[in-house]
Antibody, heavy 121, light 108 residues
Framework: QVQLVQSGAEVKKPGASVKVSCKAS????????ISWVRQAPGQGLEWMGW????????NYAQKLQGRVTMTTDTSTSTAYMEMRSLRSDDTAVYYC??????????????WGRGTLVTVSS | SSELTQDPAVSVALGQTVRITCQGD??????ATWYQQKPGQAPVLVIY???NRPSGIPDRFSGSSSGNTASLTITGAQAEDEADYYC???????????FGGGTKLTVL
């Protein structure tokens, strides 16, 4: 079954770090990229960045540069997103999505169920 | 500009046709992709590469584009189409991705 399975919900204090995992199955992990998208409560979708699963190249949203790191472990077909110096406005559902980059356009054809990260003192 | 603009809310009578639009400079160079999101669920891809549907997406969903505006059309809207719809594309630089703010579709 083609799917992305994410790690469970997290509660963190301001200033802490969080690392969310996304395990792929049912397809060739290194043939695609993984994008991370977050959604604050009641808000829209925000693209955070993406990582190429075959070579580890990354591309982060400017707003998050310096606070986010995306990595992959090809031996377990798992992608990771780590965010540091968490603030209350980082409270959101974090999604991983399979990133298609063929031709001119990029899109996300397979999504994980999301991981709720709550930042609260 | 790297922004995509969507109407916050649109309504349609059951069985009628509705068009949801997405505007932005990046759409002059890149096609919009469309996602459907129902409450408490992850987004689902409905249109990619201007007007392609993934398997399992009904053919009442179609996409089009002209200039800086992309449209998602639902021909014969069903109750189950009630959801939030988001467009996205590469931004004007080509290196990042931008999402529209989303359109809440109500089927009356």
């Amino acid at each position: 079954q083609v799917q992305l399975v994410q790690s469970g919900a997290e509660v963190k204090k301001p200033g802490a770090s969080v690392k969310v995992s996304c395990k792929a199955s049912g397809y060739s992990f290194i043939s695609y990229g993984i994008s991370w998208v977050r959604q604050a409560p009641g808000q829209g979708l925000e693209w955070m960045g993406w990582i190429s699963a075959d070579n580890g190249n990354t591309n982060y949203a400017q707003k998050l540069q310096g606070r986010v790191t995306m990595t992959t472990d090809t031996s377990t077909s798992t992608a990771y997103m780590e965010m540091r110096s968490l603030r209350s406005d980082d409270t959101a559902v974090y999604y991983c999505a399979r990133h298609i980059a063929v031709g001119r356009d990029w899109y996300f054809d397979l999504w994980g169920r999301g991981t709720l990260v709550t930042v609260s003192s | 500009s790297s922004e995509l603009t969507q109407d916050p809310a649109v309504s349609v009578a059951l069985g009628q046709t509705v068009r949801i639009t997405c505007q932005g400079d990046s759409l002059r160079n890149y096609y919009a992709t469309w996602y459907q999101q129902k409450p408490g669920q992850a987004p689902v891809l409905v249109i990619y590469d201007k007007n392609n549907r993934p398997s399992g997406i009904p053919d009442r969903f179609s996409g089009s584009s002209s200039g800086n505006t992309a449209s998602l059309t639902i021909t014969g809207a069903q109750a189950e189409d009630e959801a939030d719809y988001y467009c996205n594309s590469r931004d004007s630089s080509g290196y990042h991705v931008v999402f529209g703010g989303g359109t809440k579709l109500t089927v009356l």
